[in-house]
């Protein structure tokens, strides 16, 4: 069976250090995979999604950066983290399938981050 | 994808059940509805997804209207563990994009009393 793990769990960073969030999906192969913020009392925004070991594609203008290194290994960075990164950060994945509207996003437990 | 319209939010009673409804009027023909659910301090999960016909899983039921413009998500007896933010989202299956990539909306807060 397919499992997904991300951490920490928790963290909390001052404003100007960097971070870096690790996901990882074990039991299949060539996934896609995502990254989403939530903040605080807010929707979820996706941030990132990539299809493929070094493709990535931003959703929207921000502070972070996203890596794929491997192929089940997804990584969230920032260099220098602002107050407004604070919130929920989650890793998500579903199978690769063209023209499937049936694919099903499994989500991991999150990343808390506080920036002070 | 197209856009759905949720209350903001819904109360129930223990052991009742729960109608969430979703209108999408905008919704192509090769867009499947999903729902997802997220608990207090988790990840969203996955509930269900249908395209056309009514559809029943261990956790929930989906009705979808004929002319496929609304749905409704049906807990059969609510619990206390009901209670949740729970999104109603349309996902394109049409397209040469594999992206599969969800864009979630404000969904329906769920209060469950007991």
């Known amino acids: 069976s397919q499992t997904i793990h991300q951490w920490p769990a928790t963290l909390v960073q001052p404003v100007g250090s960097p971070l870096s969030l690790e996901c990882t999906v074990e039991g299949t192969s060539n996934p896609n995979l995502y990254w989403y913020r939530q903040a605080a009392g807010r929707g979820l925004q996706l941030l990132f999604y990539s299809v493929g070991i070094g493709q990535i594609s931003s959703e929207v203008p921000q502070n972070l950066s996203a890596s794929r290194p491997q192929d089940r290994q997804f990584i969230l960075s920032s260099k220098k983290l602002l107050l407004s990164d604070s919130g929920f950060y989650l890793c998500?994945?579903?199978?690769?399938?063209?023209?499937?509207?049936?694919?099903?996003?499994?989500f991991g437990a999150g990343s808390r981050l506080t920036v002070l | 994808d197209a856009k759905t319209t949720q209350p903001n939010s819904m109360e129930s009673n223990e052991e009742e059940p729960v109608h969430l409804p979703c209108n999408h009027s905008t919704i192509s023909g090769t867009d499947y509805i999903h729902w997802y659910r997220q608990l207090p301090s988790q990840g969203p999960e996955y509930v269900i997804h249908g395209l056309t016909s009514n559809v029943n899983n261990r956790m929930a039921s989906l009705a979808i209207a004929e002319d496929r413009k609304s749905s409704t998500l049906i807990l059969h007896r609510a619990t206390l563990r009901d209670a949740a933010v729970y999104y109603c989202i349309l996902r394109d299956s049409h397209g040469s994009s594999n992206t599969g990539k969800l864009i979630f909306g404000q969904g329906t807060t769920l209060q469950v009393k007991p």
């Open positions: 998500a994945w579903s199978v690769s399938k063209i023209r499937s509207g049936a694919n099903v996003l499994t």
